[in-house]
């Protein structure tokens, strides 16, 4: 009977489709004789469903005639071989993803046949039968709206009872293959965004919430993974365990963007059960404990991973209430989010405090009451919907506390370079949160909060949050008291002509009141500390003095500070009662120190390429300032910094002074322009410099035939003025007689050995050079006819940290300077090539000297005589490498 199959027919007609029915009906056990025929005949049959579906109706109208849905699950249930359960999970994938008619996909999921299919009990020990199974679920999730859905659930009473698809599709939710996980997050979204009532209801009700709370739980998991990935990775850094926690990182913020895309569907019970479980199982228990700056034993999460998670849960998960609640939370200390054991008593945490030494106009006027906090803490009720586990203990605190908040600042005025960092990313983030972009979508903005209080999956942080916290910038404030004048807001007029009327602090109170009161309700926690009702004015000035701090910071990297140049540009209000004249001050000494280091450097090791990496560094800083956001992305927090050791690099080498120079003027450039725009001025696109010089004023330049901005060729003629004969050996027993002549065009210097013509006196063949500055020309100590000469690269080898990152530790031994030992005939001519080489030298610093005065503070003065004698007797640690 089954040869009788492969008789010629035409492949793609209805009689064939009755010819495959027929013949699989007959079939009344599949096993290993018979698997090959029904394979190849539910293979063809969803072929045929497909091309029928698209060119005749005659072959679906058969299909449903012939109920053969209703066949298929007959032949699962009779066959013995694994390889039909395959099959028929891929011809039902295969017909409902290609099947267009609506009508057909009615009758697919009609007569309770998918659901039998879904509910059966096959082998998932088989990984394949599993990868096909989850693939049939999906494809099934895919045609699902509000017409469709109904005919895949089992109701009782009006009311959803039994939901196959998804209740067996979230018992593979945490499966340990990533492919099984994302295949289930996709068809739950899926089934969200149908926007069904009473699906909703039933996704959002017990027990099938818990699928959201389980979802926390699995993501608390990954986070304290992740944590100790870090952990090793800062005690054996490497390419392998860089790249494993890129994908520990890439794998959690996928997370996060889960529970967005779970959000924006709308539901409200599920976006409640979303930000209580985030708040009682990962960021209350574990986050927030863990920014204390002390280490403490048993600690799940470190700080800098805390902080970094704080950042992508606020920048990706976008709710309203959890980062209002978030921020409500910093105004509690540490203490509050400790365990018992943990817990200090009537004491203060060391380490976390923040000095508040700027101390601005209203500190003079606080009350003994606001100095003195309290803080009461209770447990919260075992009726709540989500314990806090016991992490979180009922414990009474008194006394002086650090408020996280103040805890944060800290971290910016005392902490290390990657805790500053973490630092202001958060308070970026929550400036990020509420949105702040142009005026005009402001003014957009805060019309439709006017007009519109609904929920409807808000993702702003309140403004006047962010003036509790001391990041909301004035005149954003200030927009806001117009347009409530405008509206006719009561209190809008009066506040918008007052500096600070008690009706704005009522305003601010009011608001962090009712969070505060949230957190006590429904989580257990209550704050009395007086700290909440002083004037936002206040905690305006902290965050301004943590800032200017910050730049008198000399121990903090460039880039770093950069990050907070970023945010004060979008704080300062523009106005001297805020930004004080004891900021001013303390900036200016910070800038005076900056511009006394860069006189310096304009006779330093690369004072040749200062004026161009001044511009560069001018324009990548005003870029980085004037931004939409900061530079770095919050993972960078959780990466060792991969900066080349200078205590790897042997000797006095330039690479060291290089990244000091470029460090320099990286903090010179960010504290210039903190001064202009701190004064209301705008920033000009290049620095006030003054241009180069025309015409070369040296003989020498004049008459280099090779000569360019890039140096003199080998093989170019060169007019041999001053030029001292001398002899080298670049191999060993190779002994070559040239000249030597030092040249400086500008702001741009070489050391040039040229081979004399015989037939054009006066004139050489350039053979090799060397730039001019950072030589370092030394007569040798034994033989007076000798001189030393450090030839370092002629371009600054620039690092990109963030490739660096992914590659590992920079090598070294590219770093190390070349090294000429010159050979006179006497020591008059060694003293000669000497003084030629100083004085070139000192007219290539004053040209960048010239040209940088416009930039530099006039009034200061520095004894640049030092450096012209340390040129004469500095001395190198390192032996001759050419000796003749």
């Not at 068809?187 to 996704?203: A, K, P, S």
Request: overall charge negative.
């Amino acid at each position: 009977m089954w040869f009788s199959f492969w008789r010629s027919r035409d492949r793609f007609s209805l009689d064939e489709l009755r010819y495959l029915t027929d013949q699989l009906m007959k079939a009344q056990v599949v096993n290993e004789v018979n698997k090959d025929f029904v394979i190849e005949a539910l293979r063809s049959i969803a072929e045929l469903i497909t091309y029928g579906d698209q060119h005749d109706s005659a072959f679906f109208e058969y299909f449903m005639e012939k109920q053969v849905m209703g066949e298929f699950v007959r032949v699962l249930k009779i066959s013995r071989t694994i390889t039909i359960s395959l099959q028929l999970l891929q011809t039902i994938s295969i017909m409902i993803q290609n099947l267009k008619s609506e009508h057909a996909i009615y009758y697919m999921f009609s007569n309770e046949h998918i659901n039998y299919l879904i509910t059966y009990s096959f082998d998932f020990r088989n990984e394949e039968l599993l990868s096909y199974y989850i693939s049939f679920l999906r494809a099934i999730s895919g045609k699902l709206n509000r017409n469709t859905i109904s005919l895949l659930v089992k109701t009782q009473n009006d009311q959803i009872v039994a939901f196959p698809l998804y209740d067996e599709a979230i018992r593979f939710a945490f499966h340990e293959e990533s492919m099984v996980r994302t295949a289930i997050r996709a068809l739950t979204l899926n089934v969200y965004h149908v926007g069904d009532e009473c699906v909703n209801d039933y996704v959002s009700s017990d027990p099938h919430a818990d699928y959201f709370l389980n979802l926390v739980k699995f993501f608390r998991e990954q986070c304290i993974s992740l944590n100790t990935l870090v952990l090793d990775a800062s005690k054996n850094s490497g390419p392998v365990s860089t790249s494993t926690i890129f994908s520990a990182v890439d794998e959690i913020e996928d997370n996060l963007f889960y529970f967005s895309d779970v959000i924006s569907a709308g539901i409200p019970d599920v976006g409640r059960i979303l930000t209580d479980s985030i708040l009682k199982l990962l960021i209350f228990p574990l986050l927030l404990p863990s920014l204390r700056r002390e280490d403490v034993d048993g600690m799940k999460i470190g700080p800098m991973t805390s902080l970094y998670l704080l950042c992508s849960i606020l920048r990706i998960v976008k709710i309203k209430d959890l980062a209002n609640l978030v921020a409500a939370a910093l105004f509690f200390p540490i203490e509050a989010f400790m365990p018992r054991s943990e817990a200090k008593l009537n004491g203060h945490m060391p380490g976390t405090g923040f000095s508040h030494e700027n101390h601005s106009p209203d500190n003079d006027k606080l009350s003994p009451e606001v100095v003195s906090r309290s803080l009461r803490v209770t447990v919260p009720n075992s009726s709540s919907d989500i314990n806090l586990q016991d992490d979180v203990i009922q414990h009474n605190i008194n006394g002086s506390k650090t408020a996280l908040r103040e805890a944060l600042l800290s971290y910016v005025t005392s902490g290390d370079d990657v805790q500053v960092l973490a630092s202001l990313s958060v308070l970026a983030t929550f400036l990020q949160t509420k949105g702040c972009t142009s005026d005009s979508s402001i003014v957009l903005d805060y019309c439709l909060q006017l007009f519109s209080h609904q929920f409807l999956g808000a993702v702003e942080l309140d403004e006047t949050m962010l003036d509790a916290l001391g990041i909301l910038p004035q005149r954003k404030q200030h927009k806001k008291l117009l347009l409530q004048a405008l509206v006719g807001e009561g209190s809008g007029e009066e506040q918008l002509f007052s500096s600070e009327s008690s009706s704005m602090k009522d305003g601010v109170s009011n608001e962090l009141d009712c969070y505060l009161q949230k957190l006590k309700d429904q989580y257990g926690l209550s704050c009395s500390c007086p700290e909440v009702g002083v004037s936002p004015r206040v905690h305006r000035f902290q965050v301004l003095d943590a800032l200017v701090s910050l730049f008198c910071r000399s121990n903090i990297s460039a880039e770093t500070l950069w990050d907070g140049g970023w945010l004060l540009r979008q704080l300062l209000p523009y106005s001297e009662a805020e930004f004080n004249s004891h900021h001013l001050k303390l900036l200016k000494e910070s800038y005076k120190n900056c511009t006394s280091g860069l006189h310096v450097e304009a006779r330093g090791t690369w004072s040749d390429i200062l004026i161009t990496v001044l511009c560069d560094e001018w324009k990548n800083c005003k870029k980085a300032i004037e931004a939409s956001s900061p530079r770095k992305e919050p993972k960078c927090l959780l990466f060792p910094s991969q900066k080349c050791s200078s205590e790897a690099i042997p000797g006095e080498s330039s690479f060291v002074a290089g990244e000091r120079m470029c460090e320099l003027v990286k903090v010179f450039v960010l504290l210039h322009q903190v001064q202009i725009f701190s004064t209301g001025g705008a920033l000009p696109d290049q620095p006030p410099i003054h241009p180069p010089l025309d015409v070369p004023e040296k003989p020498q330049a004049k008459t280099a035939a090779g000569l360019d901005v890039f140096g003199l060729k080998p093989g170019a003629e060169l007019k041999l003025v001053d030029a001292v004969p001398c002899r080298i050996s670049f191999e060993r027993g190779k002994e070559r007689h040239l000249c030597l002549v030092a040249i400086s065009v500008g702001t741009s210097g070489w050391i040039v050995l040229a081979e004399e013509l015989p037939l054009k006196k006066h004139y050489g063949v350039v053979r090799v050079t060397a730039p001019l500055v950072g030589c370092n020309p030394r007569i040798d100590d034994k033989h007076s006819r000798w001189l030393h000469l450090r030839v370092r690269p002629s371009t600054f080898p620039f690092v990109d940290t963030s490739k660096h990152a992914a590659q590992g530790k920079l090598k070294t031994n590219a770093l190390v300077d070349g090294r000429w030992t010159l050979a006179f005939r006497d020591e008059d001519s060694c003293k000669s090539a000497m003084s030629m080489i100083v004085k070139e030298i000192n007219l290539l610093g004053n040209e960048v000297g010239r040209r940088l005065k416009p930039l530099l503070d006039l009034g200061m003065t520095v004894d640049l005589s030092n450096r012209n004698k340390s040129l004469q007797v500095s001395s190198s640690r390192t032996s001759p490498s050419n000796s003749l």
